[in-house]
């Protein structure tokens, strides 16, 4: 059985804005035989990045 994952968002400051999308393991790269928090790790990082490019969000950090 294909194993899928399916990210979603809204904004309730921005009304209107959000997205729902669905992803197997295999598109998204992330190896199946990863323990359970290995795996939650690597959604996380995975589910940011979409967000940023769905959003097209572009930031900087400066520390001086």
Not at 14 to 20: K, L, V
Not at 51 to 64: A, F, G
Request: charged fraction near 30%; hydrophobic fraction near 40%; glycine fraction near 4%.
């Amino acid at each position: 059985m294909v194993k899928t994952i399916t990210f979603s968002f809204t904004s309730h400051v921005f009304e209107g804005t959000g997205a729902t999308e669905t992803f197997t393991f295999e598109e998204l790269k992330i190896d199946e035989k990863l323990n359970e928090r290995e795996l939650a790790l690597e959604v996380h990082r995975i589910f940011e990045a979409w967000v940023w490019r769905k959003l097209n969000i572009s930031y900087s950090i400066i520390t001086e």
